[in-house]
Protein backbone atom coordinates (compact mmCIF):
# COMPACT_ATOMS: atom_id res chain seq x y z
CA UNK A 1 0.00 0.00 0.00
CA UNK A 2 2.91 2.41 0.64
CA UNK A 3 4.39 1.74 -2.60
CA UNK A 4 1.40 2.52 -4.39
CA UNK A 5 0.92 5.10 -2.35
CA UNK A 6 4.61 7.06 -3.51
CA UNK A 7 3.20 5.84 -7.17
CA UNK A 8 -0.11 7.30 -6.81
CA UNK A 9 1.76 10.86 -5.52
CA UNK A 10 3.62 10.69 -8.50
CA UNK A 11 0.74 10.90 -11.11
CA UNK A 12 -0.24 13.44 -8.53
CA UNK A 13 2.83 15.42 -9.18
CA UNK A 14 2.53 14.86 -13.24
CA UNK A 15 4.54 11.85 -13.17
CA UNK A 16 3.35 8.87 -15.25
CA UNK A 17 3.24 4.96 -14.29
CA UNK A 18 5.47 4.40 -16.91
CA UNK A 19 8.03 6.66 -15.26
CA UNK A 20 7.33 5.46 -11.70
CA UNK A 21 6.93 1.74 -11.34
CA UNK A 22 10.09 1.03 -12.86
CA UNK A 23 11.37 2.25 -9.65
CA UNK A 24 9.34 -0.41 -7.04
CA UNK A 25 11.99 -3.49 -6.12
CA UNK A 26 11.10 -6.14 -8.33
CA UNK A 27 9.58 -8.32 -5.46
CA UNK A 28 7.01 -5.72 -5.34
CA UNK A 29 5.88 -4.62 -8.77
CA UNK A 30 3.63 -6.64 -9.72
CA UNK A 31 1.42 -6.33 -6.20
CA UNK A 32 2.10 -2.42 -6.50
CA UNK A 33 1.31 -2.50 -10.03
CA UNK A 34 -2.25 -3.92 -9.28
CA UNK A 35 -3.12 -1.89 -6.85
CA UNK A 36 -2.17 1.13 -8.34
CA UNK A 37 -4.08 0.44 -11.59
CA UNK A 38 -6.96 -0.57 -9.53
CA UNK A 39 -6.96 2.78 -7.26
CA UNK A 40 -6.83 4.75 -10.65
CA UNK A 41 -9.32 3.49 -12.18
CA UNK A 42 -11.74 4.25 -9.24
CA UNK A 43 -9.06 7.68 -8.67
CA UNK A 44 -12.37 9.75 -9.08
CA UNK A 45 -14.60 8.08 -6.27
CA UNK A 46 -12.02 7.75 -3.95
CA UNK A 47 -10.73 10.97 -4.28
CA UNK A 48 -14.19 12.59 -3.47
CA UNK A 49 -15.15 10.38 -0.45
CA UNK A 50 -11.64 11.31 0.78
CA UNK A 51 -12.26 15.32 0.69
CA UNK A 52 -16.14 14.12 2.18
CA UNK A 53 -14.15 13.15 5.22
CA UNK A 54 -11.22 15.20 5.59
CA UNK A 55 -12.42 18.48 4.91
CA UNK A 56 -8.92 19.97 4.27
CA UNK A 57 -6.42 18.19 1.94
CA UNK A 58 -3.67 16.87 4.02
CA UNK A 59 -0.37 18.67 4.32
CA UNK A 60 1.41 15.95 4.09
CA UNK A 61 1.36 14.62 -0.05
CA UNK A 62 2.15 10.83 0.80
CA UNK A 63 -0.88 10.83 3.26
CA UNK A 64 -3.56 12.31 0.93
CA UNK A 65 -2.00 9.25 -1.64
CA UNK A 66 -2.55 7.02 0.94
CA UNK A 67 -5.96 7.79 1.82
CA UNK A 68 -6.72 7.18 -1.80
CA UNK A 69 -5.26 3.63 -1.82
CA UNK A 70 -6.90 2.96 1.41
CA UNK A 71 -10.13 4.10 0.32
CA UNK A 72 -10.63 2.33 -3.13
CA UNK A 73 -9.31 -0.72 -1.90
CA UNK A 74 -11.54 -0.55 1.21
CA UNK A 75 -15.01 0.68 -0.69
CA UNK A 76 -14.24 -2.68 -2.89
CA UNK A 77 -13.64 -5.03 0.08
CA UNK A 78 -17.28 -3.30 1.27
CA UNK A 79 -18.77 -3.68 -1.99
CA UNK A 80 -18.00 -7.50 -2.15
CA UNK A 81 -18.71 -8.14 1.43
CA UNK A 82 -22.10 -6.73 0.76
CA UNK A 83 -22.60 -9.48 -2.36
CA UNK A 84 -22.42 -6.34 -4.81
CA UNK A 85 -20.52 -7.70 -8.18
CA UNK A 86 -16.94 -7.08 -7.55
CA UNK A 87 -15.45 -4.67 -10.02
CA UNK A 88 -13.61 -6.70 -13.16
CA UNK A 89 -10.34 -5.19 -12.30
CA UNK A 90 -10.21 -6.87 -8.83
CA UNK A 91 -11.81 -9.98 -9.98
CA UNK A 92 -9.09 -10.34 -12.67
CA UNK A 93 -5.70 -8.82 -11.33
CA UNK A 94 -6.35 -7.49 -7.90
CA UNK A 95 -6.84 -10.19 -4.34
CA UNK A 96 -9.87 -8.66 -2.46
CA UNK A 97 -9.11 -7.92 0.93
CA UNK A 98 -10.86 -7.64 4.03
CA UNK A 99 -12.48 -4.74 5.53
CA UNK A 100 -10.37 -5.27 8.22
CA UNK A 101 -7.36 -6.01 6.85
CA UNK A 102 -7.16 -2.88 4.47
CA UNK A 103 -7.97 -0.37 7.89
CA UNK A 104 -5.31 -2.37 9.55
CA UNK A 105 -2.39 -1.83 6.69
CA UNK A 106 -3.26 1.03 5.95
CA UNK A 107 -2.83 2.22 9.25
CA UNK A 108 0.62 0.39 9.85
CA UNK A 109 1.96 1.78 6.03
CA UNK A 110 1.43 5.13 8.03
CA UNK A 111 3.49 4.11 10.76
CA UNK A 112 6.41 2.92 8.66
CA UNK A 113 7.01 6.25 7.31
CA UNK A 114 7.86 8.72 9.45
CA UNK A 115 6.75 11.58 7.86
CA UNK A 116 3.27 10.30 8.30
CA UNK A 117 3.42 8.97 11.92
CA UNK A 118 1.42 12.01 13.17
CA UNK A 119 -1.01 11.50 10.59
CA UNK A 120 -2.26 8.12 11.97
CA UNK A 121 -4.89 8.85 13.95
CA UNK A 122 -6.79 10.69 11.65
CA UNK A 123 -6.26 8.24 8.86
CA UNK A 124 -7.42 5.14 11.06
CA UNK A 125 -10.62 7.77 12.00
CA UNK A 126 -11.42 8.39 7.95
CA UNK A 127 -11.34 4.80 7.42
CA UNK A 128 -13.30 3.58 10.21
CA UNK A 129 -15.75 6.24 9.25
CA UNK A 130 -16.13 5.17 5.86
CA UNK A 131 -16.78 1.47 7.19
CA UNK A 132 -19.68 3.41 9.24
CA UNK A 133 -21.20 5.09 6.89
CA UNK A 134 -20.35 4.30 3.45
CA UNK A 135 -24.01 4.37 1.91
CA UNK A 136 -24.39 8.20 3.20
CA UNK A 137 -21.16 8.97 1.99
CA UNK A 138 -21.78 6.99 -1.56
CA UNK A 139 -24.82 9.05 -1.92
CA UNK A 140 -23.56 12.17 -1.58
CA UNK A 141 -20.65 11.83 -3.20
CA UNK A 142 -21.74 10.10 -6.36
CA UNK A 143 -23.67 13.19 -7.44
CA UNK A 144 -20.94 14.56 -8.76
CA UNK A 145 -19.46 13.46 -12.34
CA UNK A 146 -15.67 12.79 -11.67
CA UNK A 147 -16.74 10.27 -8.99
CA UNK A 148 -19.62 8.57 -10.40
CA UNK A 149 -17.69 8.22 -13.92
CA UNK A 150 -14.05 7.76 -12.03
CA UNK A 151 -12.77 10.27 -15.38
CA UNK A 152 -11.79 14.21 -14.49
CA UNK A 153 -15.47 16.07 -15.59
CA UNK A 154 -13.95 18.16 -18.48
CA UNK A 155 -13.43 14.54 -20.23
CA UNK A 156 -16.57 13.71 -18.83
CA UNK A 157 -18.27 16.54 -21.00
CA UNK A 158 -16.13 15.92 -24.20
CA UNK A 159 -17.37 12.65 -24.34
CA UNK A 160 -20.85 13.54 -23.74
CA UNK A 161 -21.08 15.63 -26.94
CA UNK A 162 -19.02 13.80 -28.98
CA UNK A 163 -21.02 10.58 -28.06
CA UNK A 164 -24.76 11.55 -26.99
CA UNK A 165 -25.65 7.43 -27.22
CA UNK A 166 -22.45 5.77 -26.21
CA UNK A 167 -20.79 8.23 -23.62
CA UNK A 168 -21.79 6.02 -20.85
CA UNK A 169 -20.66 2.84 -22.07
CA UNK A 170 -17.23 4.42 -23.19
CA UNK A 171 -16.73 5.44 -19.70
CA UNK A 172 -18.04 2.11 -18.25
CA UNK A 173 -15.57 0.65 -20.36
CA UNK A 174 -12.20 2.52 -18.99
CA UNK A 175 -12.94 0.90 -15.72
CA UNK A 176 -12.05 -2.77 -17.27
CA UNK A 177 -8.53 -4.05 -17.90
CA UNK A 178 -7.90 -4.32 -21.85
CA UNK A 179 -7.36 -7.93 -22.72
CA UNK A 180 -3.34 -9.40 -23.78
CA UNK A 181 -3.33 -9.27 -27.44
CA UNK A 182 -0.66 -11.31 -29.10
CA UNK A 183 0.68 -10.06 -32.76
CA UNK A 184 1.36 -13.69 -34.62
CA UNK A 185 5.44 -12.58 -37.00
CA UNK A 186 4.09 -14.01 -39.80
CA UNK A 187 7.55 -14.57 -40.31
CA UNK A 188 8.39 -17.18 -38.20
CA UNK A 189 5.52 -18.90 -37.38
CA UNK A 190 1.67 -19.16 -37.96
CA UNK A 191 -1.41 -18.29 -35.98
CA UNK A 192 -2.68 -21.85 -35.45
CA UNK A 193 1.05 -22.74 -34.85
CA UNK A 194 1.19 -20.47 -32.32
CA UNK A 195 -1.92 -20.67 -30.61
CA UNK A 196 -1.48 -24.76 -30.66
CA UNK A 197 2.03 -24.16 -28.68
CA UNK A 198 0.24 -21.75 -26.09
CA UNK A 199 -2.48 -24.37 -25.52
CA UNK A 200 0.31 -26.74 -25.18
CA UNK A 201 1.43 -24.46 -22.47
CA UNK A 202 -2.25 -24.15 -20.64
CA UNK A 203 -2.71 -20.78 -21.80
CA UNK A 204 -6.07 -20.50 -23.94
CA UNK A 205 -6.56 -18.19 -26.66
CA UNK A 206 -8.88 -16.78 -29.26
CA UNK A 207 -7.95 -15.35 -33.00
CA UNK A 208 -8.52 -12.09 -33.92
CA UNK A 209 -7.62 -10.24 -37.00
CA UNK A 210 -5.10 -11.24 -39.69
CA UNK A 211 -2.30 -12.05 -37.16
CA UNK A 212 -3.49 -11.90 -33.86
CA UNK A 213 -4.05 -14.04 -30.48
CA UNK A 214 -5.92 -12.72 -27.54
CA UNK A 215 -5.57 -14.39 -24.41
CA UNK A 216 -8.06 -15.70 -22.20
CA UNK A 217 -6.09 -14.22 -19.43
CA UNK A 218 -3.05 -12.07 -19.23
CA UNK A 219 0.55 -13.12 -17.77
CA UNK A 220 3.80 -11.84 -17.98
CA UNK A 221 5.32 -11.99 -20.99
CA UNK A 222 8.04 -14.10 -19.89
CA UNK A 223 5.55 -16.94 -18.63
CA UNK A 224 4.21 -17.16 -22.58
CA UNK A 225 6.05 -19.41 -24.91
CA UNK A 226 7.79 -17.75 -27.93
CA UNK A 227 8.81 -14.37 -26.87
CA UNK A 228 12.82 -15.17 -27.01
CA UNK A 229 12.60 -16.44 -29.80
CA UNK A 230 10.34 -13.64 -31.57
CA UNK A 231 7.47 -16.01 -32.37
CA UNK A 232 5.06 -12.71 -31.43
CA UNK A 233 4.83 -9.20 -29.74
CA UNK A 234 2.28 -7.70 -27.55
CA UNK A 235 0.09 -5.07 -29.90
CA UNK A 236 -3.39 -4.41 -29.21
CA UNK A 237 -5.94 -5.69 -32.23
CA UNK A 238 -7.04 -1.89 -32.94
CA UNK A 239 -3.31 -1.15 -33.18
CA UNK A 240 -2.37 -4.17 -35.25
CA UNK A 241 -5.12 -2.23 -38.17
CA UNK A 242 -2.02 0.56 -38.84
CA UNK A 243 0.44 -2.00 -40.96
CA UNK A 244 -3.12 -4.13 -42.55
CA UNK A 245 -3.94 -0.16 -43.61
CA UNK A 246 -0.86 0.91 -45.18
CA UNK A 247 -0.18 -2.54 -46.27
CA UNK A 248 3.13 -2.45 -48.29
CA UNK A 249 4.59 -3.54 -51.35
CA UNK A 250 7.42 -5.28 -51.98
CA UNK A 251 10.40 -2.71 -52.00
CA UNK A 252 8.36 -0.35 -51.13
CA UNK A 253 10.09 3.21 -49.61
CA UNK A 254 8.05 3.37 -46.20
CA UNK A 255 8.78 5.88 -43.26
CA UNK A 256 7.20 5.10 -40.12
CA UNK A 257 7.65 8.77 -38.64
CA UNK A 258 6.49 8.60 -34.68
CA UNK A 259 8.07 4.56 -34.83
CA UNK A 260 9.02 4.17 -30.91
CA UNK A 261 8.26 1.58 -29.25
CA UNK A 262 8.66 0.05 -32.88
CA UNK A 263 5.20 -2.19 -32.38
CA UNK A 264 4.20 -0.83 -35.98
CA UNK A 265 7.27 -0.70 -37.19
CA UNK A 266 7.87 -4.37 -36.58
CA UNK A 267 4.48 -5.17 -37.84
CA UNK A 268 5.42 -3.68 -41.63
CA UNK A 269 8.68 -5.01 -42.16
CA UNK A 270 7.37 -9.10 -40.92
CA UNK A 271 4.17 -7.68 -43.63
CA UNK A 272 7.22 -7.34 -46.98
CA UNK A 273 10.39 -7.07 -47.61
CA UNK A 274 10.98 -2.97 -47.52
CA UNK A 275 13.02 -0.44 -47.40
CA UNK A 276 12.27 1.35 -43.67
CA UNK A 277 13.22 4.52 -41.79
CA UNK A 278 11.79 4.62 -38.30
CA UNK A 279 11.89 7.91 -37.11
CA UNK A 280 11.01 9.34 -33.38
CA UNK A 281 12.64 11.94 -30.79
CA UNK A 282 13.45 10.35 -28.13
CA UNK A 283 16.36 8.50 -28.46
CA UNK A 284 15.72 6.46 -25.83
CA UNK A 285 12.60 5.26 -26.75
CA UNK A 286 14.12 4.46 -30.18
CA UNK A 287 16.97 2.15 -29.06
CA UNK A 288 13.64 0.01 -27.76
CA UNK A 289 12.42 -0.32 -31.07
CA UNK A 290 16.28 -1.91 -32.02
CA UNK A 291 15.95 -3.93 -29.57
CA UNK A 292 12.35 -5.42 -30.85
CA UNK A 293 13.69 -6.03 -34.33
CA UNK A 294 16.31 -7.65 -33.18
CA UNK A 295 14.38 -10.08 -31.00
CA UNK A 296 11.80 -10.62 -33.88
CA UNK A 297 14.44 -11.17 -36.44
CA UNK A 298 13.87 -8.00 -38.32
CA UNK A 299 17.35 -5.41 -38.45
CA UNK A 300 18.88 -5.46 -41.65
CA UNK A 301 20.80 -2.86 -44.12
CA UNK A 302 17.44 -2.09 -45.06
CA UNK A 303 16.31 -1.01 -42.24
CA UNK A 304 17.05 2.59 -40.60
CA UNK A 305 16.38 4.51 -37.56
CA UNK A 306 16.64 8.15 -36.79
CA UNK A 307 16.30 10.14 -34.03
CA UNK A 308 14.53 13.58 -35.23
CA UNK A 309 11.42 15.54 -34.90
CA UNK A 310 9.19 14.28 -37.90
CA UNK A 311 8.17 17.68 -38.33
CA UNK A 312 11.05 19.34 -39.04
CA UNK A 313 12.46 18.13 -42.33
CA UNK A 314 15.69 19.84 -42.93
CA UNK A 315 16.87 17.63 -39.80
CA UNK A 316 16.17 14.30 -41.44
CA UNK A 317 14.86 14.14 -44.44
CA UNK A 318 17.37 13.92 -47.79
CA UNK A 319 14.64 14.92 -50.29
CA UNK A 320 13.47 11.65 -51.53
CA UNK A 321 9.53 10.80 -51.38
CA UNK A 322 8.26 7.55 -49.77
CA UNK A 323 5.82 5.52 -51.22
CA UNK A 324 3.88 4.68 -48.25
CA UNK A 325 4.13 7.02 -44.30
CA UNK A 326 2.84 5.84 -41.33
CA UNK A 327 2.07 8.96 -39.21
CA UNK A 328 1.08 7.94 -35.75
CA UNK A 329 1.13 11.38 -34.18
CA UNK A 330 1.59 11.59 -30.11
CA UNK A 331 -1.91 12.10 -29.25
CA UNK A 332 -4.01 12.59 -25.44
CA UNK A 333 -4.17 8.57 -25.70
CA UNK A 334 -7.87 8.59 -24.28
CA UNK A 335 -8.58 5.89 -26.26
CA UNK A 336 -5.86 3.35 -24.07
CA UNK A 337 -6.94 4.18 -20.53
CA UNK A 338 -8.05 0.88 -19.61
CA UNK A 339 -4.31 -0.49 -19.96
CA UNK A 340 -3.01 3.09 -19.03
CA UNK A 341 -5.36 4.42 -16.23
CA UNK A 342 -3.28 7.37 -15.08
CA UNK A 343 -3.26 8.83 -18.36
CA UNK A 344 -7.07 10.63 -17.83
CA UNK A 345 -5.66 12.33 -14.02
CA UNK A 346 -2.04 13.64 -15.89
CA UNK A 347 -4.10 14.96 -19.17
CA UNK A 348 -5.87 18.56 -18.94
CA UNK A 349 -8.09 19.77 -21.27
CA UNK A 350 -6.02 22.51 -22.84
CA UNK A 351 -3.97 19.34 -23.96
CA UNK A 352 -6.30 18.32 -26.55
CA UNK A 353 -6.18 21.74 -28.40
CA UNK A 354 -2.27 22.09 -27.77
CA UNK A 355 -2.10 18.67 -28.86
CA UNK A 356 -4.47 18.77 -32.49
CA UNK A 357 -1.93 21.44 -33.36
CA UNK A 358 1.04 19.60 -32.96
CA UNK A 359 -0.54 16.72 -35.66
CA UNK A 360 -1.33 19.45 -37.97
CA UNK A 361 2.24 20.20 -37.96
CA UNK A 362 3.64 16.90 -38.32
CA UNK A 363 1.32 15.81 -40.66
CA UNK A 364 1.78 19.28 -43.14
CA UNK A 365 5.34 18.33 -42.94
CA UNK A 366 4.57 14.39 -43.85
CA UNK A 367 2.82 15.23 -46.84
CA UNK A 368 5.80 16.54 -48.84
CA UNK A 369 7.67 13.32 -48.42
CA UNK A 370 4.93 11.03 -50.19
CA UNK A 371 5.63 11.03 -53.71
CA UNK A 372 2.74 11.51 -56.34
CA UNK A 373 0.75 8.05 -56.08
CA UNK A 374 1.77 6.73 -52.85
CA UNK A 375 -0.18 7.46 -49.53
CA UNK A 376 -0.40 8.46 -45.64
CA UNK A 377 -1.93 6.96 -43.00
CA UNK A 378 -2.81 8.97 -40.25
CA UNK A 379 -3.58 7.56 -36.46
CA UNK A 380 -4.25 8.25 -33.26
CA UNK A 381 -5.31 6.02 -30.22
CA UNK A 382 -7.16 9.09 -29.21
CA UNK A 383 -11.43 8.61 -29.05
CA UNK A 384 -11.53 13.06 -29.10
CA UNK A 385 -12.94 14.24 -32.63
CA UNK A 386 -10.67 16.70 -32.05
CA UNK A 387 -7.71 14.51 -32.51
CA UNK A 388 -9.90 12.12 -35.20
CA UNK A 389 -12.31 13.18 -37.59
CA UNK A 390 -11.87 17.04 -37.41
CA UNK A 391 -8.40 16.67 -38.26
CA UNK A 392 -9.06 14.63 -41.06
CA UNK A 393 -11.36 17.03 -42.47
CA UNK A 394 -9.33 19.85 -42.11
CA UNK A 395 -6.52 17.68 -43.79
CA UNK A 396 -8.58 17.38 -47.31
CA UNK A 397 -9.53 21.05 -46.90
CA UNK A 398 -5.96 22.13 -47.00
CA UNK A 399 -4.51 19.84 -49.57
CA UNK A 400 -6.42 19.23 -53.34
CA UNK A 401 -4.43 16.84 -54.09
CA UNK A 402 -5.15 14.37 -51.43
CA UNK A 403 -7.97 12.08 -51.57
CA UNK A 404 -9.78 9.93 -48.72
CA UNK A 405 -9.19 5.89 -49.10
CA UNK A 406 -11.03 3.48 -47.14
CA UNK A 407 -10.13 3.60 -43.76
CA UNK A 408 -12.25 2.52 -40.24
CA UNK A 409 -12.30 6.21 -39.33
CA UNK A 410 -12.94 6.32 -35.00
CA UNK A 411 -12.68 3.01 -33.65
CA UNK A 412 -14.51 2.90 -30.31
CA UNK A 413 -13.33 0.47 -27.09
CA UNK A 414 -17.09 -0.18 -26.63
CA UNK A 415 -18.33 -3.43 -24.72
CA UNK A 416 -18.86 -6.88 -27.22
CA UNK A 417 -21.96 -8.56 -27.16
CA UNK A 418 -22.70 -9.83 -24.03
CA UNK A 419 -21.15 -7.31 -22.28
CA UNK A 420 -17.69 -8.86 -22.63
CA UNK A 421 -14.96 -6.69 -22.89
CA UNK A 422 -13.81 -5.06 -25.98
CA UNK A 423 -10.80 -6.81 -27.99
CA UNK A 424 -9.57 -3.50 -28.85
CA UNK A 425 -8.67 -0.21 -27.49
CA UNK A 426 -10.00 3.11 -28.94
CA UNK A 427 -8.14 4.60 -32.27
CA UNK A 428 -8.62 6.68 -35.32
CA UNK A 429 -7.48 6.04 -38.93
CA UNK A 430 -7.78 7.90 -42.10
CA UNK A 431 -5.50 6.84 -45.55
CA UNK A 432 -5.21 9.56 -47.53
CA UNK A 433 -3.13 8.68 -51.14
CA UNK A 434 -1.68 12.02 -53.66
CA UNK A 435 -2.52 12.45 -57.03
CA UNK A 436 -0.17 10.98 -59.34
Request: charged share 20%; net charge positive; proline share 7%.
Amino acid sequence: MLASARNVQAVLSGRSLSESLPAVPAPLRAATQAVTFHVMRRFGRAGEIKRTLVRRTPPNPLLDALLCVALALLDTAMQTESGAETPAEARRDLPVYAVHTVVDQAVRAASDEPSMRPYKALLNAALRRFTRERPAILEQVLQKPEARWNHPGWWVRLLRQAYPAQWEPLLAAAGQPGPLTLRVNLRRTGVAALADSLAQAGIASQPVGEAGLVLARPRPVHDIPGFGQGLWSVQDAAAQRAAQLLRPAQGERVLDACAAPGGKTAHLLELADIQLLALDSDAARLQRVGQNLRRLGLDSDAVALRCADAADLDAWWDGRQFDAVLADVPCSASGVVRRHPDIRWLRREADIARTAALQRRIVQSLWKTVKPGGRMLYATCSIFPQEGQAQAAWFLSEHEDAVSMPAPGQLLPLPEAGGAVSLGDGFFYALFAKRA
